[in-house]
């Protein structure tokens, strides 16, 4: 690579790793419970070598009964054991790893597409993503996905050259599978997909395939008995379409009228409830290509967090689709096949789930999208007419900026309420008062909020785990309980008004008229919305 090259990728990569690591403590404005369950479990397993519920070196986290995949917790360990227990260490791999993305996503399209400058613009367009950028700034599981797809892919590619690359690529490919739940369906899906691709080259390979598969099977076979388990299977019934009430009350009320008419031929020809399912799961399948789904913040999700903001700037979608155009008319149908195979397989894993269009499950499009979209750049903005190709500039440059204001500034207000703004003052404060009072009861209205206190308590694990952990997640936390001190159940005036020396963190509704004159204390988020009241009996 030439020197220019080379910085060109450095300041793109600076840039990316200033837009995620600025202010990554304070925006989004509070750690979310999944963000303070795995920073607690990591912290757990740094001084137990166990989970919050005492278990062993788990493959699957129970958490909030919503059996988390393992990896971003183990990846985890070793940021808390070096930055503590606290919100820069439970963000922190997700946003190393998503500025590694960039460069990793620089060689990748350079090895498939033979162009430096088109790895460029990939790499750049990676690191301004707003896709990208919301699950790179926070601790979810998915936005990692960019950087394990593309180092595995670019370990697979070098591997047709040097065999030994391929063990590398088997264990990268492997971990992913413990990435994410959208990633146990993907990562196969596009190991097919590589395959089929570069069958011809891959059969005088046969037994040098063993290296790559020896070690993705090692690592992918628990993946596959998990989901035989009782928590794969509850994960999956969780969002499972098959599942979904509404897909069974629409198909009740189809077949309900050929019933009425005594037509039992008709429902079993053409209202079988597969026939439901498919038009559900192609629905979905298709609502990811949607403009309005990449272009706004028409997210069911319900975690983009910075407003006015899509998935990608407006001015990249021309550039998309002249990407998907151009990539069809190259000779070599080898690199074709493989981007496009991606982009068409990444929404799958979601489109047998509730929530759709869902950028949460979809994240693994990434950086296929941003490939695609600098192919399509390089190819047709030289032939565009200049004053256009200066418009377009301008208005990509007004774009990120636009983004960074809203990022910056106005995020952090708007997401207060999503992203728990005022839970850590909740906590601390209850913490602080806690000596005064004999027991401090807390309201589980207010979302799981045990695991908040062993974040910022910074529980002894072991002392925990001796008096009996968590006791459950999801309709389970009413059981919970942190030394004896502080309780974690739904809250009751009349019954607890009488009990002395009690601090209440109670819910607003579950504060009477008759309480008012007991309150010591009230909480908002940065948006003003009204989170909590102290009361004291």
């Known amino acids: 690579m030439s020197k220019k090259i080379i910085i060109t990728l ?79 260490s439970v963000r922190f791999p997700s946003a190393f790893l998503g500025t590694v993305a960039i460069i990793v996503t620089f060689f990748l399209t350079k090895k498939l597409l033979g162009n430096q400058v088109t790895a460029l613009f990939a790499s750049f367009l990676l690191a301004t993503s707003p896709w990208h950028l919301q699950f790179t700034r926070t601790a979810y599981e998915t936005g990692s996905n960019a950087f394990f797809t593309s180092l595995g892919l670019l370990l697979f590619l070098k591997g047709l050259e040097k065999k030994w690359y391929w063990l590398l ?71 499972s379409i098959f599942q979904d009430p509404k897909s069974h009350d629409r198909q ?48 069911s999700s319900k975690i983009t967090y910075v407003p006015e903001v899509g998935l990608m700037f407006l001015w990249e979608f021309p550039f998309l689709l002249a990407g998907l155009y151009y990539l069809f008319h190259r000779r070599d149908k080898t690199a074709t096949a493989l981007l496009v195979g991606w982009f068409l397989i990444s929404p799958i894993p979601a489109s047998v789930t509730t929530g759709l269009p869902n950028s949460v499950r979809t994240a693994i499009f990434l950086p296929v999208i941003q490939i695609i979209t600098a192919y399509g750049l390089i190819n047709l903005f030289p032939k565009l007419w200049r004053p256009l190709k200066i418009s377009i500039v301008l208005f990509a440059l007004y774009s990120l900026a636009f983004y960074g204001h809203m990022l910056f500034v106005h995020a952090p207000i708007s997401a207060s309420s999503s992203w728990y703004s005022g839970y850590k003052k909740i906590v601390l404060d209850s913490i602080a008062l ?97 989170l909590a009241y102290f009361l004291k009996t």
């Open 10 to 88: 450095a300041l793109i990569t600076f840039l990316g790793g200033l837009l995620r690591f600025r202010d990554i403590t304070t925006n989004p404005p509070n750690i979310n419970t999944d963000e303070a369950a795995i920073g607690y479990n990591a912290y757990s397993l740094l001084k137990t070598g166990r989970d919050e519920y005492g278990q062993p070196w788990p493959l699957a986290f129970r958490s909030f009964d919503d059996y988390k995949p393992p990896l971003y917790i183990y990846l985890t360990v070793p940021s808390v054991a070096a930055f503590g227990l606290n919100e820069f």
């Open 252 to 299: 009740l009320a189809i077949v309900t009228t050929d019933w009425l008419a005594n037509d039992n031929k008709s429902v079993r020809l053409f209202h079988p409830e597969s026939l439901t399912y498919y038009q559900d799961i192609l629905t979905g399948y298709l609502s990811h290509f949607r403009p309005d789904f990449l272009l706004t913040s028409r997210d």
């Open 169 to 239: 690529a088997g264990i990268v490919f492997g971990l992913q599978t413990h990435l994410y739940q959208a990633s146990k369906i993907f990562v196969p899906l596009l190991l097919l997909c590589l395959f089929v691709i570069y069958l011809p080259r891959l059969r005088a390979k046969i037994l040098s395939l063993f290296l790559f598969g020896a070690p993705f099977l090692a690592i992918f076979l628990p993946v596959v008995f998990l989901a035989t388990t009782t928590a794969g299977v509850l994960r999956f019934q969780g969002t």
């Open 434 to 530: 806690s000596s005064r009072y004999e027991k401090v009861i807390v309201t589980t209205l207010l979302d799981q909020p045990q695991i908040f206190y062993l974040f910022y308590l910074q529980t002894d694990p072991k002392t925990y785990q001796m008096a009996g952990g968590t006791v459950g997640g999801g309709f389970g936390e009413q059981g919970n309980h942190i030394a004896n001190k502080y309780y974690f159940h739904s809250i009751n005036w009349f019954e607890l008004e009488n009990e002395p020396n009690l601090l209440l963190v109670a819910a607003p509704r579950e504060v009477p008229i008759e309480a008012r004159k007991r309150i010591i204390g009230e909480y908002r988020s940065l948006d003003g919305t009204l």
